[in-house]
């Protein structure tokens, strides 16, 4: 969050053709262009055998299906601008004469600090990295990186190690989009921007903590991709650990990225890895007919799970995730249950088992942060029900994840990136479960995933809370 470091000067663009591009990455820099904020060439490199041409056909196609569209004058303004900043490259990422092409095109805006962007296959990293390094184009360059960052501790480990021979680790930016969300920020916003919360956000107070991250789509086409990962490396590992971290750490000093990322880790290390029986694997029915996917696939399209963060403030809280594909609504929520009053005064008066009042801090589609209580309601009776105050909605952001994390790293702010401790320790959290597991149990899609052993595994700390479908998406 700071503006200290120089700013890149070039975006070099590897993968610039893949489907990420299409969805993510074209809106992102349309939206930055618009803003007046993209000011640098931008180098697209991908072995497609595409134009420059095709590449700006394809910025089209996504501003138009995926960003929002282009309406007026202004935003016919703003593509052509993003369409004149664009080269393309066409050529092997094995191939040194790729990276001379790419360095030719640098020289000619006399670009210095490139950011080169890995929007690629991580088996791919390393031939990038060491290219880049040959050809001299590391030397004053930062490097973002897509998740996923390994596919175990190991491998996290073995690609930092190839990362670091070319890029210090100031220098490296590792993308987990939720850390962009707006609605994700909002949570440390709203724990270190008030008082109010603090005294009761600990293990004298609190019950138990639910993070639901539900998805009421399957895998969309990405049957190859899934396959190699399922919803606890491609979901659990980064996204919902990034929102345990905003939910569980102490106030950072400030909001520089060395005092927040150190916050973040501290959590990470306070979680024990998790053992088998600590996890509930699930797999919708016909995901094996899916395109790309094993006939007798044992992946896991939905995972629940429980740990502790073995803290001064959290110890003895439990924490219960589930998170899958296919399931009735599309939600990301997390619900602070505090505990149950300490006496019964109401004789009548229904109060759930694990706790009542809450605190529920919704991400995804939309934002919002509100507070559950109970009020008694109108007659005789000392009886009540769960109102809810909605202290804050939002129904889209003003910028969206990878415009704010561009933007961020091209200035060469990683407050918002992953740091290299943050991604091996939330590895080792997940790592001994990806292999060590019993089988997926199927679910119908549309539901709540395998409903009896996932009630099981929160036990006297039910119900689960389901979120709501949004009013707006
Ligand atoms: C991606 C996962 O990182 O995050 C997808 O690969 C998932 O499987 C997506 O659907 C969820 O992101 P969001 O922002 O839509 O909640």
Request: charged share 25%; hydrophobic share 40%.
């Amino acid at each position: 969050m700071t503006g200290k470091q120089t700013k890149s000067d070039a975006l070099v663009w590897f993968g610039c053709t893949g489907d990420l591009g299409l969805k993510m990455t074209f809106p992102a820099l349309f939206r930055m262009e618009r803003r007046g904020m993209l000011e640098i060439p931008i180098v697209g490199v991908a072995s497609s055998q595409w134009t420059h041409d095709d590449l700006v056909q394809r910025g089209r196609e996504s501003v138009e299906q995926f960003g929002g569209g282009l309406h007026d004058d202004r935003d016919a303004a703003a593509f052509d601008r993003l369409a004149a900043r664009l080269a393309y490259v066409d050529g092997d990422y094995g191939d040194d004469a790729t990276f001379v092409q790419v360095g030719k095109l640098l020289d000619a805006s006399k670009a210095i600090r490139p950011a080169h962007y890995l929007a690629i296959p991580p088996g791919l990293f390393q031939t990038v990295i060491t290219a880049l390094g040959r050809a001299g184009l590391a030397d004053e360059g930062r490097v973002i990186v897509e998740k996923p960052f390994g596919r175990d501790l190991d491998s996290a480990q073995e690609l930092s190690r190839v990362v670091h021979t070319v890029f210090p680790e100031e220098r490296v930016f590792r993308i987990d989009h939720y850390l962009g969300k707006e609605s994700v920020l909002g949570i440390m916003y709203a724990r270190f921007a008030n008082s109010m919360l603090e005294p009761f956000w600990n293990r004298d107070m609190i019950d138990s903590v639910q993070i639901t991250m539900a998805e009421d789509f399957g895998i969309a086409g990405r049957g190859k991709f899934y396959e190699g990962v399922g919803a606890l490396r491609d979901v659990v590992q980064n996204h919902v650990l990034q929102i345990v971290t905003l939910l569980a750490m102490e106030p950072p000093v400030d909001i520089e990225a060395g005092s927040v990322r150190a916050e973040a880790d501290k959590v990470l290390r306070a979680i024990d890895p998790l053992a088998s029986g600590d996890l509930v694997r699930g797999q919708f029915d016909g995901y094996r007919s899916e395109a790309g996917v094993a006939a007798d696939s044992d992946v896991e399209t939905f995972a629940a799970l429980r740990f502790e963060i073995d803290n001064w403030r959290w110890g003895g809280v439990p924490w219960f995730v589930r998170a899958g594909k296919n399931l009735p609504v599309r939600a990301t929520e997390a619900r602070i249950r505090l505990r149950k009053p300490p006496a019964k005064i109401f004789p009548g008066d229904h109060v759930p088992t694990g706790g009542s009042d809450y605190v529920r801090i919704r991400v995804t589609p939309d934002g919002q942060l509100a507070l559950g209580l109970r009020t008694k309601e109108p007659g005789p009776e000392f009886v009540g029900e769960m109102g809810e105050l909605l202290l804050h909605s939002e129904a889209g952001p003003e910028l969206t994840a990878y415009e704010r994390l561009f933007g961020d790293a091209l200035a060469g702010d990683q407050t918002l990136f992953t740091s290299v401790a943050g991604v091996e320790s939330a590895w080792e959290i997940v790592d001994g479960v990806t292999r060590d597991h019993a089988p997926a149990e199927r679910y119908p899609i549309g539901t709540w995933g395998p409903v009896e052993s996932v009630d099981r595994l929160i036990g006297r700390h039910g119900p689960w809370y389901d979120p709501e479908p949004s009013a707006t998406y």
